[in-house]
């Protein structure tokens, strides 16, 4: 929270990076039904809380939690943080509204326990401390509180540690998010021109990345260098493994029209978003920053982190970031030059609703056209890379077939496979449970099915003996063929997976995108393959993986038979992100064979001949006759 005599402008600015796992679907929403309209981040189709939001006053409130604030005591039956921070943005129009709030609350009592930044249009910059009973205020315009003109707080209380409203660094290194505390207050305290400016804290502070030892990353934002390091740490970072979205406010002066007071709203991880202008009198929300399964801006910054996360715990592969802001941050540092000059004018003739509303559903459009972009690229880079072909023989004669079922016998996946694996057609097909794999009975067939389910439980019952049969008889010869959660278990994505196909899983973060009927586009390799006569398909998807290349230098890379020409997104994911990526693929791993497929063929009137087929080249032993 920054006092307008520390800002480059004089107006006084509010920012949070929100850290919040539990909820990571974020959307803008109005909230109209109080004294005062408003605008705010909330949780993706809820509006029983805000996380931080500005008013038609000019009174910007955030929090951010503080666990120690509770101090023993129990907690109270009024509000919590968010239901808090709503009620402020209804009913409050001055820094002297909320105490006031918080002195009538204090005595039922409230289930807070949160640092409330708040600032106003009559100048107001004040840090409350807010426990279930009482609360601490500290006024950032106070020169004695704050020498400097701001007040930083991350997750610990100043009042509980009897410290000052600014402690040094080093006397809260011990305490919860000391260490981004301290990176925060010097990066302020060393601000360009010895001012602090909305648009800095909007494009560098938000996105700041350091390293455990609280160095600032090189080649990062906040960076003199120009070269990132190949895999970078977010774990202690402002911009960290759990921040979920930013907002910056940037208030204005007394005397100006509060309804001029900006939120810069970054749906997602900062580092993967884009920041967009929000006023608390719009009368509509653009649509890509709403969205009950969370908004399109917030989502496709997901996709985008998911798909750039490294092995290793807490950290990020950086290519995708340099690519990202070399693409986004120009247009938003356009934006921000804008929006601020069209303040400037705005402020000497009567603004109106419908204005503000064009205005932030163009800024907002643009900005979605960018993200989309890079979600483009992103998915083009992933599915591009190593090309390899295989032969299409297969074995002659009966195919000895083990599909795998963990369930009483009702599971429809298994019965959906017997159907049409029917001796008839060249198949001795029967049901093994995991008990059965643990105990070698693999060594019995020549290929193993795992079906449709849940991939996770599949590990879960296969337990680390079953993982070793399975990936033991692939590698001695065996054929393997995954189907939707089967094909999950083939990758290399998870740390339940078996790791026997070089793949990863696009857009994971959306895993659950609903079901429905998809078209394939198949190749002449896959036609060929699998029997079929047309180059396109059409199946049923249920919630498979999207399958795009590994990055395991120790597998051979894949082929692919079929990729997605259309989509399913029902659930919050985002539409453009499922064309174009792997459906149905194959590859060698040690001496045995490998092909998943993402959607269901096997379902009834689907087009089981392609499993049908895949079965029978997975019994084979071929050899790789071309590819690099």
Request: one cysteine or more.
């Amino acid at each position: 929270m920054i006092s307008g005599r520390a800002t480059d402008d004089g107006r006084p600015v509010l920012w949070k990076n929100r850290d919040c796992q539990l909820r990571p679907r974020n959307e803008v929403a109005l909230l109209t039904e109080g004294r005062y309209r408003a605008v705010a981040v909330v949780n993706a189709g809820s509006r029983s809380a805000a996380w931080m939001g500005a008013n038609e006053a000019g009174l910007c409130i955030e929090n951010s939690l503080s666990n120690d604030l509770q101090r023993g005591q129990k907690l109270g039956k009024g509000f919590g943080n968010g239901g808090l921070i709503k009620k402020a943005l209804q009913t409050c129009a001055t820094v002297a509204d909320v105490q006031k709030l918080l002195d009538t609350t204090n005595e039922s009592g409230r289930k807070t326990r949160g640092n409330f930044g708040v600032i106003d249009a009559q100048g107001g910059a004040v840090m409350f401390e807010v426990g279930p009973y009482d609360y601490t205020m500290f006024d950032a315009n106070d020169q004695q509180v704050a020498p400097d003109g701001f007040i930083v707080r991350t997750n610990f209380a100043t009042s509980v540690h009897d410290l000052p409203a600014c402690p040094k660094a080093g006397s809260v290194a011990e305490l919860t998010s000391g260490n981004r505390y301290a990176r925060a207050s010097h990066w302020l305290s060393n601000s360009e021109g010895g001012k602090i400016s909305a648009s800095a804290i909007v494009q560098r502070l938000a996105r700041d990345l350091m390293d455990e030892s609280g160095q600032v990353v090189p080649g990062s934002l906040n960076s003199d260098t120009s070269e990132l390091p190949a895999v970078v740490s977010n774990r202690h970072s402002i911009s960290r493994r759990k921040t979920v979205s930013a907002a910056v406010f940037h208030g204005v002066r007394p005397g100006e029209d509060p309804r001029l007071t900006t939120m810069w709203a970054m749906l997602g991880d900062p580092k993967f978003s884009i920041a967009v202008p929000c006023f608390p009198t719009q009368t509509v929300v653009a649509d890509p920053v709403e969205g009950a399964r969370g908004a399109e801006l917030c989502e496709v910054p997901r996709t985008l982190l998911d798909i750039n996360r490294a092995s290793q715990a807490n950290t990020l592969r950086s290519q995708g970031l340099r690519d990202i802001w070399q693409d986004v941050l120009p247009l938003e540092a356009e934006q921000l030059q804008r929006t601020l000059a069209a303040r400037e004018e705005w402020s000497s003739e009567e603004v109106t609703d419908s204005q503000l509303d064009q205005w932030h559903a163009e800024c907002v459009e643009a900005s979605y056209q960018v993200m989309l972009n890079e979600l483009q690229q992103a998915k083009l880079a992933a599915t591009q890379g190593q090309v390899a072909v295989y032969e299409n023989d297969v074995r002659a004669g009966v195919v000895s077939v083990a599909i795998y079922d963990h369930s009483d016998g009702s599971a429809n996946g298994p019965k959906n496979l017997l159907r049409f694996l029917t001796e008839e057609a060249g198949f001795a097909a029967r049901r093994v449970t995991p008990k059965q794999i643990q105990s070698g009975e693999l060594e019995e067939f020549d290929v193993l099915i795992m079906p449709g389910g849940s991939a996770s439980s599949q590990s879960s019952h296969l337990q680390d003996e079953g993982h070793k049969q399975v990936r033991e008889f692939v590698q001695t010869g065996g054929g393997y063929v995954g189907i939707c959660a089967g094909s999950y278990l083939a990758t290399t994505h998870y740390s339940w997976s078996l790791g026997i196909l070089n793949a990863r899983v696009w857009d994971r973060t959306h895993w659950d995108r609903g079901t429905g009927t998809v078209h394939l586009s198949l190749s002449p390799t896959g036609q060929e393959a699998l029997t079929h006569a047309h180059p396109a398909a059409e199946v049923y998807y249920g919630q498979g993986p999207l399958l795009v290349r590994g990055v395991d230098t120790e597998l051979p890379a894949y082929e692919v038979l079929a990729t997605y020409q259309t989509g399913v997104a029902k659930r919050g994911a985002v539409v453009e992100a499922m064309p174009d990526t792997h459906a149905i693929v194959r590859a060698k791993h040690g001496a045995g064979r490998v092909i998943c497929y993402s959607p269901h063929p096997e379902k009834p009137s689907g087009p089981s001949h392609l499993i049908a087929a895949g079965v029978r080249w997975a019994s084979g032993a071929g050899e790789q006759t071309g590819g690099e």
